[in-house]
């Protein structure tokens, strides 16, 4: 069934993480190209802004979340540090080794992160169990 709570779960994941991403990718490039900052910096600005919209996003609308706000969002921004340093691994080989476009680069670690962030997500942050 196309909108069994599984589904609707996953449309809400996909729908919120475009909208993160391109918050993440508008200040990515805000940074980087208006403010002249360095691309690694402007990335963990738009890490950062990203993460907080990510948080209130992924608790209230797509796992409708009712644990411990304190508890998920420690676990929240500490896998989102794990997956946060995965993507500056990646920008910069991206970017430093391969002499990859800024723009396909930063989408293509995007899309990278958007998956290793539902997973985390869904199993370690917001599961029913709460437990890790």
Known sequence: ???STNNIEKISYIFFGIITT????TIFFLCLKILNLNYMLSNLLAFIISVFFSFISNRIWVFKS???CINQFIKFFLMRV???VIDMIL???FLEYLNQDELFSKIL????II???YIFSKYLIFNKGETI
């Not at 670690?109 to 990278?112: D, Q």
């Open 82 to 84: 794990f997956s946060g």
């Open 91 to 93: 920008i910069l080989i």
């Open 22 to 25: 391109f918050i993440n990718i």
């Open 109 to 112: 670690v995007n899309l990278t």
């Open 115 to 117: 998956l290793i962030n």
């Open 66 to 68: 009712v644990g411990s």
């Open 1 to 3: 069934m196309i909108f």
